[in-house]
């Protein structure tokens, strides 16, 4: 069972310094989204790829932000000069099929703790 | 903005009672879908549900879309330990992405 992996798990790391992550969605998907969960709240939307076209951004993407899709399989999620207020549980999620009725399918997540 | 407000947010009760978790909008959406989520995970599909109407059943767990599809229900038969865990409803905005929004979540405690 393939489902969509995420590496790394676990991310320490010091206030200023750049992290990626990566996302292998399920195989065959063509959506992929990325999701950021604080403590206690529910998912919040980050950003949506069709495919390789990064389609829509949340306004919780800061210029810092960037995320990637090269060939429409897996995706990076890059945070430049990482602030305190970074630390969150990454999530990335797939779909297929009907856009309107389609399931996501989430990772397993990374936990980014910024010191 | 929290589109979805889920209630309630904390419950405990004891193995064998019933209970009913709600997800509630003053927005429509194209889907809605309950997820479970254990600490240090990503959230794990439950069921997702379509149809203004709808309800669906997962051995002791029964799930119901509002025929307005603003709103939906959890209802879990008979309690167990293994139910405890963290719930979240999210909806799929009908343009666009369909990107989830997702409610704040209950916590589920099943006392033995």
């Known amino acids: 069972d393939t489902g969509v992996s995420q590496d790394p798990r676990h991310k320490i790391t010091k206030r200023g310094q750049n992290v990626t992550f990566r996302c292998d969605p399920i195989?065959?998907?063509?959506?992929l989204y990325w999701y950021r969960q604080t403590l206690g709240q529910g998912p919040e939307f980050l950003t949506y790829?069709?495919?390789?076209?990064?389609?829509?951004k949340s306004r919780l993407l800061s210029d810092r932000f960037s995320a990637e899709r090269p060939k429409g399989s897996f995706s990076t999620l890059e945070i430049q000069r990482t602030e305190q207020g970074d630390s969150a549980m990454y999530l990335c999620?797939?779909?297929?099929?009907?856009?309107?009725?389609?399931?996501?399918?989430f990772g397993p997540g990374t936990r980014l703790t910024v010191l | 903005t929290q589109l979805l407000e889920q209630s309630p947010q904390f419950l405990s009760i004891q193995e064998g009672e019933n209970l009913t978790v709600y997800c509630n909008s003053s927005?429509?959406?194209?889907?809605l879908q309950w997820y479970r989520q254990e600490p240090g995970e990503g959230p794990v599909l439950l069921v997702t549900?379509?149809?203004?109407?709808e309800v669906k059943k997962l051995k002791r767990l029964t799930f119901q879309f509002g025929d307005a599809r603003k709103d939906s229900s959890l209802h879990i038969t008979a309690a167990q330990p293994g139910d405890t865990g963290l719930y979240l409803c999210?909806?799929?905005?009908?343009?666009?992405?369909?990107?989830?929004?997702f409610g704040q979540g209950t916590r589920l405690t099943i006392n033995p």
């Open positions: 999620a797939s779909s297929a099929g009907r856009l309107e009725i389609a399931t996501q399918y």
């Open positions: 195989s065959e998907h063509n959506r």
């Open positions: 790829f069709q495919n390789e076209a990064q389609l829509e």
């Open positions: 927005s429509v959406f194209s889907s």
């Open positions: 549900v379509v149809t203004g109407g």
């Open positions: 999210a909806g799929a905005r009908p343009r666009g992405a369909q990107k989830l929004v």
